[in-house]
């Protein structure tokens, strides 16, 4: 058995709501959460970075980890947004957990599933014997344009997964991806803040992405939407997921826990693991999750979950978290991004 031993996350305390950003810019903020299904989003504040967060996120995983954390061996971070350009931000997260150097360290990119395509990595490290333990991390401060779509969207958090064979919570059952050259969003050296292409970020690249990697999942698991009690997708906004999980066949209430983009924003790499570790919430010890993620470039990857008896040794609130916030206006929000 391989799969998740525990887990963590982090969500700043600090909202911006999608009605303070469209006043600013005299627009209807009812037309805009009516078209996105976002109300507010979560904001890193000045002294806060993708870093500072995984390093939250994972010492909360590590809480709950029931071995040494010497025995981990591997760390991926998985960001759009890391610290440097140039210098591994994993190291400096190793280093921060006090982790000995005999580990294996690696940044990941890939939109926003690096970290998915960084625990996939990982575990063919621990399946093929080469390590117990590994930590893998999603974190991103992000951010758009001022005046831009992705303005109302572009969130910050972090989730941290630390994986293993040893009392695992979430197993992995399997998994599959689907990829292609598809440049529906970029951003070149150099240039701050994203472009995208608009509509063409959705059927072609989103839903075709998705819709590919969980066909040709259930067709190698001969799994069926009916059979999950839970299903978690990407998040960019509250539109996108609903509509790819109704077109493969799952049903509102196997999505409707994972659906936390309405008030926490698209935390990019992290936005997905947010929508399964609400889920872990609740979850019970064999329930089956469908999992998949999005990374713009482009890619998915899809995942077969099962939860098993040790998930309640770490389980953590998520919903807590979400109600400990502030709300700030948007000097303030341009002032913690950096922009002013």
């Known amino acids: 058995m391989i799969g998740i031993v525990s887990y963590g996350f982090y969500l700043p305390i600090w909202r911006i709501t999608t009605k303070e950003i469209a006043s600013v810019w005299g627009k209807n903020y009812l037309e805009i959460e009516k078209s996105l299904l976002v109300k507010e989003k979560t904001v890193a504040s000045v002294d806060e970075d993708s870093l500072t967060m995984a390093f939250e996120s994972s010492s909360l995983a590590l809480k709950n980890f029931p071995d040494k954390k010497e025995k981990i061996k591997f760390v991926f971070f998985g960001s759009e947004t890391p610290p440097y350009a140039v210098n591994p931000t994993s190291t400096i997260l190793a280093e921060f957990l006090g982790l000995k150097n005999d580990y294996l360290a690696n940044?990941?990119?890939?939109?926003?599933?690096?970290?998915?395509?960084?625990?996939?990595?990982?575990?063919?490290?621990?399946?093929?014997?080469?390590?117990?333990?590994?930590?893998?991390?999603?974190?991103?401060?992000?951010?758009?344009?001022?005046?831009?779509?992705?303005?109302?969207?572009?969130?910050?958090?972090?989730?941290?997964?630390?994986?293993?064979?040893?009392?695992?919570?979430?197993?992995?059952?399997?998994?599959?991806?689907?990829?292609?050259?598809?440049?529906?969003?970029?951003?070149?050296?150099?240039?701050?803040?994203?472009?995208?292409?608009?509509?063409?970020?959705?059927?072609?690249?989103?839903?075709?992405?998705?819709?590919?990697?969980?066909?040709?999942?259930?067709?190698?698991?001969?799994?069926?939407?009916?059979?999950?009690?839970?299903?978690?997708?990407?998040m960019p906004n509250g539109k996108f997921p609903q509509e790819v999980a109704f077109g493969l066949g799952f049903e509102k209430k196997q999505i409707e826990k994972s659906l936390v983009v309405s008030y926490l924003g698209n935390s990019y790499t992290a936005s997905a693991l947010m929508g399964l570790v609400s889920v872990l919430e609740e979850a019970k010890s064999d329930d089956l999750i469908f999992f998949c993620s999005y990374g713009s470039g482009a890619g998915s990857d899809a995942f077969v979950f099962r939860a098993t008896k040790y998930l309640e040794k770490v389980r953590l609130s998520f919903r807590s978290s979400i109600e400990n916030k502030k709300y700030i206006d948007y000097s303030t929000y341009l002032k913690f991004m950096g922009m002013i």
């Open 107 to 234: 940044d990941h990119q890939f939109a926003c599933k690096a970290a998915t395509g960084a625990l996939i990595s990982g575990l063919g490290l621990i399946k093929g014997g080469v390590f117990d333990y590994g930590l893998v991390v999603a974190s991103d401060k992000a951010t758009g344009k001022p005046h831009d779509a992705l303005e109302y969207t572009a969130a910050s958090g972090s989730v941290a997964l630390i994986i293993g064979k040893n009392n695992v919570a979430l197993e992995i059952i399997n998994q599959q991806s689907f990829s292609s050259d598809t440049p529906d969003f970029w951003r070149r050296e150099g240039i701050r803040h994203p472009s995208h292409g608009g509509r063409f970020t959705g059927k072609p690249s989103y839903f075709y992405h998705i819709h590919q990697a969980a066909k040709l999942l259930f067709e190698k698991t001969k799994l069926k939407p009916k059979d999950f009690n839970y299903a978690v997708f990407h």
